[in-house]
């Protein structure tokens, strides 16, 4: 078994038109989709983001990093929110990913979530990580 | 068709894997639609295997359709379609059965291809009591227990015959006769394919509790080869149990098994050392514990109690890992109220198994010469001979009040009778720190 993220991508116009669905159909949309993961055993997290006119970016291209408010203008990709999913391989994640309820325009990234298992478990800042999982229940 | 975005041209290889991952999620809801409508368990299950293959070949030289789901379910049908149009040359009733599958019966949602939620092709309203109903058939009283699982894991859980075949190291042929067996055997007894009657309901999913119980302790102790775990059929276990769990949300002891087999899994981290050897309760770094598998586990029996009807042998022995999982080490452990669940779990579910877990608890709260005498009890009554289990807590119960010369005949013993080489080292290495 492995985690998965299947991380939601859209663009200015796709993120307009999902603003544009009236908000009890999304809720339907939505909600059916998060029910499938549920019944069928695999969903672990899942999370949306809000409105991304009420984000900021952080920018590093120049020395000191620069702070803009949204809406991002020139951005071409617009995170939308995440589910962590728990299955059998990386098609199968896939599989769960082309049934989203996307809005035309958007994708949706598939990315395994390695485990803490994998990194160097001697490390001191793994331990301490380790323990912050082990307190807060994020293993 | 589409050619598969990741893998490049499709090819065999492509294709299998398409197939595993649509399969393993909508095996059930494939195979309960069409034995809905064919009202024939056996076709159905046969006619999806040959969807199955056929899209092995077709998809990997034609890449996934698009519509994976109904690609396999218009396939599965068409040859359920072949098969009562073959029957009805000798029986009328088949040729209706024919016409009415070809009428598009069985689809019932595939008409508007912008509506994504409408893709699926099954009644959204019956699907759900044709899964649970899938999970009854297949856990059917009239199966052997070896059966029962087989069918379980390959038409409710979607795994390949290979893949139960590796699971329980036994050969490919086997299991695919054991669910040919089984399948006629449904037949010949004429077990519809619906929901139990409300007075056996209780009863019959206590037999699918069961069966997913056995998969699942068939992955966290192998019983035989040179694996401790099989995570992943264990994890099967857990997938089903919570498919269950949503499909009879109101029955305490579908989320007293959920509770107990998370909590469970929640130790397998810890459970082998870097060379797949096991590592005792009691050397266990706990730190390695899953925690989101702890809180699945408290959630799941936090709704077991909340029904209020009391805890099942499944929620008790949920509380009894829970005590476990909450525990900082085996010293601070709650071993009174461990004792106390056992002796509850004695009465509700009576077996020797739980009487020798009962004396370790006893053994721990109250001292090794407290629990001597129940483990020889047994011992006398014959009801667990052959097993590794008695012994080896024997031999241990022997070590902690110093008659280490018994103890080691106890623990060769146990070796001797152990079938998994893992836990077999285990018992051999302590018998050699006794000399």
């Given at each position: 078994m492995?985690?998965?993220m299947?991380?939601m991508?859209g663009?200015?116009?796709s993120?307009?038109?999902?603003m544009?669905?009236p908000f009890?159909e999304?809720?339907?949309?939505?909600?059916?989709?998060?029910?499938?993961l549920?019944?069928a055993?695999?969903?672990v997290?899942?999370?949306?983001l809000?409105?991304?006119a009420?984000?900021?970016?952080?920018d590093?291209s120049?020395?000191?990093?620069?702070?803009t408010?949204?809406?991002?203008g020139e951005?071409k990709?617009?995170?939308?929110?995440f589910?962590v999913i728990?299955v059998?391989?990386?098609?199968?994640?896939?599989?769960w990913a082309?049934?989203?309820?996307?809005?035309?325009?958007?994708?949706?990234e598939?990315?395994?979530?390695?485990?803490i298992?994998?990194?160097?478990?001697?490390?001191?800042?793994?331990i301490?990580?380790?323990?912050?999982?082990e307190?807060?229940?994020?293993? | 068709?589409?050619?598969?975005?990741?893998g490049?041209?499709p090819?065999?290889e492509?294709?299998r894997?398409?197939?595993?991952a649509v399969?393993?999620i909508?095996s059930a809801?494939?195979?309960?639609a069409?034995?809905?409508y064919?009202?024939d368990?056996?076709l159905a299950?046969?006619?999806?295997?040959?969807?199955?293959?056929?899209?092995?070949?077709?998809?990997?030289?034609d890449g996934?359709?698009?519509?994976?789901?109904?690609?396999?379910?218009?396939?599965?049908?068409r040859?359920?379609?072949?098969?009562?149009?073959?029957r009805?040359?000798l029986?009328a009733?088949?040729a209706?059965?024919?016409?009415?599958?070809t009428e598009?019966?069985?689809?019932s949602?595939?008409?508007?291809?912008?509506?994504?939620?409408?893709?699926?092709?099954?009644?959204?309203?019956?699907?759900?009591d044709d899964v649970?109903?899938?999970m009854?058939?297949?856990c059917?009283p009239?199966l052997?227990?070896e059966a029962?699982?087989?069918?379980?894991l390959r038409v409710?859980g979607?795994?390949?015959?290979?893949e139960?075949a590796r699971a329980?190291?036994v050969?490919?042929p086997t299991?695919q006769?054991?669910?040919?067996?089984a399948?006629k055997?449904i037949a010949a007894?004429?077990?519809?394919?619906?929901?139990?009657?409300?007075?056996?309901?209780?009863?019959?999913?206590?037999g699918?509790?069961?069966?997913l119980?056995?998969?699942?302790t068939?992955g966290?102790?192998a019983?035989?080869?040179?694996?401790?775990l099989?995570?992943?059929?264990?994890?099967?276990a857990?997938?089903l149990a919570?498919m269950?769990?949503?499909l009879?949300?109101d029955d305490p002891e579908?989320?007293?098994?959920l509770?107990?087999?998370?909590?469970?899994?929640?130790r397998?981290?810890?459970?082998?050392?870097p060379?797949?050897e096991?590592?005792?309760?009691?050397?266990?770094?706990r730190r390695?514990?899953d925690?989101?598998?702890?809180?699945?586990?408290?959630?799941?029996?936090?709704?077991s109690?909340a029904?209020g009807r009391?805890?099942g042998?499944?929620?008790?022995?949920?509380?009894?890992?829970?005590?476990?999982a909450s525990?900082?080490?085996?010293?601070?452990?709650?071993?009174?109220?461990?004792?106390?669940?056992y002796e509850?779990?004695c009465?509700?579910?009576?077996?020797?198994i739980?009487?020798?877990n009962?004396?370790?608890?006893?053994a721990?709260?109250?001292g090794?010469?407290?629990a001597?005498?129940l483990?020889?009890e047994?011992?006398a009554?014959?009801?667990?001979?052959?097993?590794?289990?008695?012994p080896?807590?024997?031999?241990?119960l022997?070590i902690?009040?110093?008659?280490?010369?018994e103890?080691?005949?106890?623990?060769?013993?146990?070796a001797r009778l152990?079938?998994?080489?893992?836990e077999?080292?285990?018992?051999l290495?302590?018998?050699?720190?006794l000399e």
């Amino acid at each position: 078994m492995a985690k998965y993220m299947l991380i939601m991508r859209g663009t200015d116009e796709s993120v307009a038109k999902m603003m544009a669905t009236p908000f009890e159909e999304m809720l339907e949309t939505v909600g059916r989709f998060n029910e499938e993961l549920i019944r069928a055993g695999v969903l672990v997290a899942a999370e949306g983001l809000d409105d991304p006119a009420q984000g900021v970016v952080v920018d590093f291209s120049g020395e000191t990093p620069v702070v803009t408010d949204g809406p991002y203008g020139e951005t071409k990709e617009l995170f939308g929110g995440f589910y962590v999913i728990d299955v059998a391989s990386k098609e199968e994640a896939v599989e769960w990913a082309k049934r989203l309820p996307a809005v035309a325009g958007s994708k949706c990234e598939v990315r395994r979530v390695p485990g803490i298992e994998e990194f160097p478990q001697d490390n001191e800042w793994i331990i301490k990580e380790r323990a912050w999982r082990e307190r807060t229940g994020q293993l | 068709m589409t050619p598969e975005a990741a893998g490049g041209p499709p090819s065999a290889e492509s294709a299998r894997r398409a197939v595993e991952a649509v399969w393993r999620i909508e095996s059930a809801r494939i195979v309960g639609a069409l034995a809905r409508y064919t009202g024939d368990f056996e076709l159905a299950e046969d006619v999806a295997q040959e969807a199955v293959t056929e899209a092995l070949v077709t998809w990997s030289r034609d890449g996934t359709p698009t519509h994976p789901v109904s690609w396999l379910l218009a396939t599965a049908r068409r040859r359920a379609i072949d098969s009562f149009r073959r029957r009805s040359a000798l029986d009328a009733r088949y040729a209706v059965l024919a016409s009415r599958l070809t009428e598009g019966d069985l689809s019932s949602g595939v008409t508007d291809p912008t509506d994504r939620s409408e893709d699926l092709p099954w009644d959204p309203d019956r699907i759900d009591d044709d899964v649970l109903a899938l999970m009854f058939i297949s856990c059917h009283p009239v199966l052997s227990p070896e059966a029962r699982v087989a069918l379980t894991l390959r038409v409710v859980g979607g795994l390949s015959s290979e893949e139960i075949a590796r699971a329980f190291l036994v050969p490919t042929p086997t299991i695919q006769a054991r669910i040919t067996r089984a399948k006629k055997t449904i037949a010949a007894v004429g077990v519809p394919f619906e929901l139990p009657p409300a007075q056996q309901r209780h009863k019959r999913l206590g037999g699918v509790l069961s069966v997913l119980y056995v998969i699942f302790t068939e992955g966290s102790t192998a019983t035989a080869g040179d694996r401790l775990l099989r995570p992943d059929l264990a994890y099967e276990a857990i997938r089903l149990a919570r498919m269950l769990a949503a499909l009879q949300p109101d029955d305490p002891e579908v989320h007293g098994l959920l509770a107990l087999l998370e909590l469970t899994a929640a130790r397998f981290p810890a459970r082998t050392g870097p060379d797949g050897e096991a590592v005792l309760l009691e050397d266990q770094d706990r730190r390695l514990w899953d925690r989101s598998a702890i809180r699945r586990g408290v959630a799941a029996l936090g709704r077991s109690s909340a029904l209020g009807r009391g805890l099942g042998p499944y929620g008790l022995q949920a509380s009894i890992a829970l005590c476990h999982a909450s525990a900082s080490s085996v010293r601070e452990t709650d071993w009174e109220r461990i004792v106390l669940l056992y002796e509850a779990l004695c009465r509700l579910a009576p077996s020797p198994i739980v009487e020798l877990n009962r004396a370790v608890a006893i053994a721990m709260a109250e001292g090794p010469q407290q629990a001597l005498p129940l483990v020889d009890e047994l011992t006398a009554s014959g009801r667990l001979s052959g097993s590794h289990l008695l012994p080896s807590v024997r031999g241990e119960l022997l070590i902690q009040l110093g008659r280490t010369a018994e103890a080691r005949t106890e623990l060769e013993l146990a070796a001797r009778l152990c079938r998994n080489t893992r836990e077999r080292s285990v018992l051999l290495r302590k018998a050699v720190a006794l000399e």
